[in-house]
């Protein structure tokens, strides 16, 4: 029973899974009603990087806090008008 319990993750690593991937949904959502395709791409990493990333709390918090720098400043950023 001890192995099982040490193979889940923590509660901090699921709710910043929880709280990122909502983030990226919205992102996601932004950047496709808005045609940024920037935003769009990063939403769908900031809702599937935890896959990758496996049960490091501190990997997860600091990839997601970068993704979601990376979207904001992507959102401000002036679109180019071709």
Do not use: E, H
């Amino acid at each position: 029973m001890q192995l099982l319990l040490s193979l889940l993750p923590s509660p901090a690593y699921i709710i910043g899974t929880i709280i990122f991937g909502i983030f990226g949904m919205l992102a996601f959502y932004y950047g496709r009603k808005k045609k940024q395709p920037r935003v769009k791409w990063l939403g769908i990493a900031l809702m599937f990087y935890p896959y990758l990333i496996g049960t490091d709390t501190w990997l997860l918090y600091g990839a997601g806090i970068a993704l979601c720098i990376a979207t904001v400043v992507s959102m401000r950023l002036p679109r180019n008008q071709g």
